[in-house]
């Protein structure tokens, strides 16, 4: 028995051991320096990108030019899941502790970030003259730079070149354009599963970009220039229509409604849509023998507009933000200014197809000659449409998901969903 | 009165008379209370403590972009009254609680009764039964997302190749079969759980009871009804208890599964209390959500344990 008794109370001493020697080997003092080292190491939070593994490269690079900074990537998932990073970003960041020095968040989410006090101001590590107005616009809340600028994105019209020519059709400027196209290439075509229009319909962020584009495209917008509520315009309930006949008309497969990109973006490289709206990436993609079964079969152009009105494709894009509460600002801001350069920015354009913020980026030779795709967007990305620029926005946005969502899938009319956005977004804007 | 145990379900226990002994504070009683302690302190620090801070929450204006906070009183609670997503989410989770435990508890109630009966091989099907159950919610989610998905699911591959629908169906896309497409997946990942418990439950019923009965001449259908389904009744009111209680606060499968759409048809409490936390940052909102979540759970729990007991007296009075 009393064997028994000792053998118990050393399993428990060595349980208790082990969970002593198991705690947080990374403790740093209070000047930042871990405590073994001169080297400090920061905490990047970074999306992932697809392609190329670009984090491994580029922090490989920024160590060797800065030998006493290490920099720790905590993957996040990609763009698409944009709602689950906000959420990830909102917990880590608002719990006061340091455990991101350097985050990549979507253009949207700097004015609120920046509002809750979460972002350090870029104004003085920053030359704002090397970046398009646009962007410095867009990342500026109370009059102070609240981001790094990374790269910018749009939605684009993604089109089969090859069944246009078959058909000698040009390439529509306008909705009714296209649909026209759309409908006689599908009647002709043998395939029954193509598509004539796919673009993204899930009840999550994607929705409000694509949402934008044709109410910009109809010359509306969701506030005005004062910030007030602009639903109750003529162009809204108008836009709000055009996206539910979209599905009601077969002229998009219902099953739209559960698109985000990457879906939406399987059935075009499949094949089987005419005309495909996302964001950049999709180029590189689609010339992937991999990934596409569309290689060198695809085009791509501004999104059309309705009759009168000029194209609007939406401001997309991550930004790099410096976490106000990080112990060691010094490097993070170091590595931020490093990933914001123009040698970074040129490695992004020319491995990942990612738009940069600097116009200067786009006069390089060889990446003009590597990627003319690229070099042929400049006038798509000079002329984006940012979402609301609010640190509210995250509230429209749900408000705005929730009730297109409801006139796609015939749950609300057009009208009763736009009073309802009109009256939750006066409240929102305190009007 | 002397009851007999004729099942030594926990339920059963609930109705047995206790003898009334005097309560002296005596040492052993102490003892026992200081081993309980260390477990209610983790209890009031892990479970009520959070509890009590969310109401406190839910009474002041707290958003994580806003600076600062004030006392509010029952403003939030009257704005959720107000608010038709609130009422959408609130009815999408009593009929997703409803639903799935109805179906698990009657697939459950099926699937024990087979693996009561003796048969070849029914270790393994006992075993393979709990597969779904011990697959993370998460995992089955995606799984189950991929299934119904409308072009390359391969639900709507068999039904299409078996004929039995002429075309894809959107299962997640449309506010008509969306839910419905939760509730399944639910269904099919909680039933063997709900099986095991009503399992446990059929073994506990004596076999001479089933002797008497053939004795008696009472066929299959009699028995069922007389002596086996009325002694399962506390094992099934236990499984339903704890199912209930779960499904009403489901997050995970919707969260994976369907985020919430297409159209918040598939919005339950939580997800749209996680939404309005942690997305509109809107804490305060959300702590009263989460508030009149817990104020429900506890008064659905009250009411099936109410049912519970009655259930209970009325199998013991009919003895």
């Given amino acids: 028995m009393k064997l028994k008794k000792f053998y118990i109370l050393l399993l428990v001493c060595m349980m208790i051991a082990l969970s002593a020697c198991s705690s947080d080997q990374s403790s740093t003092n209070t000047d930042g320096k871990d405590s073994n080292s001169n080297v400090t190491t920061i905490n990047f939070a970074a999306i992932k990108t697809f392609g190329v593994d670009s984090w491994k490269e580029l922090i490989n690079k920024f160590e060797q030019q800065n030998p006493t900074i290490k920099v720790k990537l905590t993957q996040m998932p990609a763009p698409a899941k944009s709602t689950e990073i906000h959420q990830y970003l909102v917990t880590s960041l608002q719990s006061g502790q340091s455990d991101i020095d350097v985050f990549t968040g979507d253009v949207v989410w700097v004015p609120e970030f920046a509002a809750a006090g979460w972002t350090e101001p870029m104004d003085q590590y920053v030359n704002k003259d090397e970046y398009y107005p646009g962007v410095i616009d867009a990342l500026t809340y109370n009059g102070k730079l609240s981001a790094m600028p990374w790269y910018v994105d749009g939605g684009m019209l993604y089109y089969r070149k090859d069944l246009l020519e078959k058909y000698n059709k040009p390439v529509p400027k306008t909705w009714d354009d296209m649909l026209a196209t759309a409908k006689e290439i599908q009647s002709k075509e043998n395939n029954p599963k193509l598509q004539q229009f796919v673009w993204q319909g899930k009840q999550a962020e994607v929705l409000v970009c694509d949402f934008v584009e044709f109410l910009g495209s109809a010359g509306g917008s969701i506030l005005n220039t004062q910030g007030k509520s602009n639903a109750d315009s003529p162009e809204f309930l108008k836009t709000l229509k055009f996206m539910k006949k979209l599905t009601d008309d077969k002229i998009s497969p219902k099953s739209v409604l559960t698109f985000d990109e990457e879906p939406s973006r399987t059935v075009f490289t499949d094949g089987n849509a005419i005309f495909h709206r996302n964001w950049s990436y999709v180029w590189s993609v689609a010339q992937d023998p991999k990934q596409s079964k569309v290689v060198d079969k695809v085009g791509v152009a501004p999104l059309p507009s309705f009759d009168g009105n000029s194209s609007s494709s939406t401001m997309g894009g991550y930004q790099f933000m410096v976490a106000k509460n990080s112990k060691k600002k010094d490097a993070a801001i170091k590595f931020a200014q490093f990933l914001s350069s123009k040698e970074s920015q040129l490695y992004f354009a020319s491995e990942l197809a990612f738009s940069p913020t600097r116009p200067s980026v786009l006069e390089d030779k060889g990446l003009q000659q590597k990627n003319p795709f690229l070099t042929g967007l400049d006038k798509v990305f000079q002329g984006t449409t940012a979402r609301p620029v609010s640190p509210d926005y995250p509230k429209l946005s749900l408000v705005l998901q929730s009730n297109i969502s409801g006139v796609l899938s015939n749950s609300i009319k057009a009208d009763d969903a736009a009073k309802q956005i009109d009256t939750e977004l006066k409240k929102i804007t305190k009007q | ?319």
């Fill in chain 2, 1 to 319: 009165m002397e009851k007999q145990v004729i099942s030594s379900t926990p339920a059963n226990l609930l109705v047995v008379e206790k003898p009334k002994t005097k309560r002296k504070f005596n040492k052993p009683m102490m003892i026992g209370y200081l081993f309980l302690l260390p477990s209610l302190l983790i209890l009031c620090v892990v479970g009520i403590y959070p509890l009590i801070q969310t109401l406190y929450l839910s009474f002041f204006d707290v958003s994580l972009t806003k600076q600062g906070s004030h006392f509010i009183g029952l403003e939030n609670y009257k704005n959720l009254f107000n608010d038709i997503w609130f009422k959408v989410a609130y009815k999408n989770t009593w009929i997703f609680t409803a639903i799935s435990v109805l179906m698990e508890s009657l697939l459950g109630l099926v699937i024990a009764l087979v693996l009561n009966k003796k048969f070849k091989g029914r270790g393994w099907v006992r075993a393979c039964v709990l597969i779904p159950w011990a697959i993370p919610t998460v995992v089955s989610a995606r799984m189950w997302e991929w299934i119904f998905n409308a072009e390359y699911g391969i639900l709507n591959f068999l039904l299409v190749k078996t004929g039995i629908i002429d075309s894809n169906v959107n299962w997640l896309g449309e506010t008509s079969t969306a839910m419905f497409a939760a509730i399944f997946s639910d269904v099919w990942k909680t039933t063997p759980f709900m099986a095991l418990i009503i399992l446990a439950g059929l073994q506990g019923i004596s076999s001479s009871l089933y002797e008497a009965a053939d004795i008696d001449g009472a066929n299959k259908w009699r028995q069922f009804s007389y002596i086996t389904f009325p002694l399962l009744i506390p094992s099934i009111m236990i499984a339903v208890l704890l199912r209930a209680l779960d499904a009403f606060r489901v997050f995970d499968l919707i969260f994976v599964l369907t985020g919430g759409g297409p159209a918040n048809s598939t919005e339950v409490l939580s997800s749209y209390a996680y939404k309005t936390t942690f997305s509109a940052g809107e804490v305060s909102s959300g702590a009263a959500m989460s508030s009149l979540m817990a104020v429900s759970v506890f008064v659905l729990a009250i009411v099936l344990l109410f049912l519970m007991n009655k259930a209970s007296e009325k199998i013991e009075g009919g003895k």
